[in-house]
């Protein structure tokens, strides 16, 4: 009997402009009938590339040597490297299927949810469009969808992510594969959402007895669903085997080091450790961390404060255009923040946290409310005192990449702030005061000339948060800052925050749907919840103790909660 996958010594390069780079690097491992291997690693680390060759989905630069054996039936292997694209379109969505990291993308947008799945059943199990038709809404009541009948209709662009991933999982899950390749299948979902998915992929692997081939970067989602675990470093496998063991005792530096990088409960006031520490030190390194010194005021002054805020869109008007229907995004809010603390904000998508952020800077104009800034009424402040005014808050977005001029250097991005707002004499001062800042935000004087697709992601955030700091505001928006990074990235961008936090003192409300994450970064948390703040209190009492039920369903939801 054969194992359902294996993979024997194989070497993936790509060949550009004459230059060989080499992406996987003797790669062999087996997934077994039944169980969850997990891959885990950083961005880079070749997980995504060892998942496209297995159905031939890389492109035409990629050299490929050794094998890919895949038994149908388990009882003889074929190389899915050596057939022909006949061949192997018998087997895609058939006998392997893959759900993608961003599900808008993987779904065609011009045709319909139901369209899409019905289309795999008629092309591989030779259904008729009646029963195709009947089989897709069963599925998607199995993956839990609301209105299966009517989601049939819908396009993509209607539902949202974890919708849309719900429905990726349908189409994978329809010819009821022998092996589901999962590449990241909740990075950019809320944790109870991400939860739900990893317990629908669960159910449906043990109800079918497949193979699932699981690629995270998120060691906390391993110990939650993984029975196998390989962890991947630079296009090489580090380490592997039983994903209890390795999780309870890693022996790799690597594997450490992410385990290490993820906020925990105890980490809070203390340093984060990150990559080098584990990687350029080897086995020198321990495990203890370094205390964070917070310099906090002797008594608490409120900086901020919000009153009886709203911001309400009309849905439906009337046949005079007078608006007779809102949806509440944010529905009377009211909070203070303490000058020279940091706030979490926490909530699923749609709760209304990042229009209340972006409301509190005034790039959208509430329905109702008052928001005092440092003493100063920024919902009363005309339009020319509120630009003058502008320097002294600041946000830093969720994307970094589609927050910088993709045609513009990084250095005259960030020295732009300060020409607009007129700072310093001349721009051999500004130019100065720039490359002072990226040395800050732990960059280079060098990379003052290279545009944002030159750097990493990681890399890209620092750029955004030195761009919000050469103004030395007093006030930050963090908006989801981290939530689509690896776990050793976040870890060095909440330090830095931190630091800069120390060095700077500024205040700041930072938004995540991740109580983890905010946890270790805030002083004070608030819990929103259809556009409604509906906890509030220390960080430590809300993570330990919350009062509302929706907020322990949050903190119940945290990957690897109680395992790791």
Known sequence: MFPLLEIKDLNISFLEEGMSTLALNDISLTVTKGKITAIVGESGSGKSVTALSILQLLPKQAAIKGKILFSRYGSKQEDLIRLNSKDISTIRGNHIAMVFQEPMTSLNPVLTCGFQVMETLTRHHKLSWEKAKEKTIRLFEQVELPQPASMLTRYPHEISGGQKQRVMIAMAMCCEPDLLIADEPTTALDVRIQKN?????????????????????????VADIADELIVMYKGRIVEKGNAAEILKNPQHNYTKALLACRPASGSKGKKLAVLTDYIQKGNNVTDEKIEMTATKPEQAIPFLTIEGLN?????????????????????????????????????ESGCGKTTLGRAILQLIK????????????????????????RKEFQIVFQDPYGS?????????AILEALQVHGLYENTTIRKEAVIDMLE???????????YPHQFSGGQRQRVCIARALILDPSFLVFDESVSALDVSVQAGILNLINELKNSMNFTAIFISHDLSVVHYISDKILVMNQGKIIESGNADDIYHNPGMEYTKQLIDAIPGKGVI
Do not use: C
């Open 197 to 221: 998915i990893l317990q629908l992929i669960k159910e449906l692997q043990l109800k079918i007895n497949m193979g699932v081939l699981f690629i995270t970067h998120d060691l906390g989602l």
């Open 311 to 347: 911001v309400y869109y009309p849905v439906k008007k009337n046949l005079f255009g007078k608006p007779i229907s809102f949806i509440k995004a944010v529905d009377q809010v009211s909070f203070e923040v303490n000058k020279g603390e940091i706030t979490g904000l926490v909530g």
């Open 366 to 389: 509430p329905t109702a409310g008052k928001i005092w800034l440092n003493g100063n009424e920024l919902t009363a402040m005309p339009a020319k005192k509120l630009r003058e005014y």
């Open 404 to 412: 910088l001029n993709p045609r513009i250097t990084i250095g005259n």
């Open 440 to 450: 800050k935000v732990q960059l280079s004087p060098d990379h003052f000339k290279r």
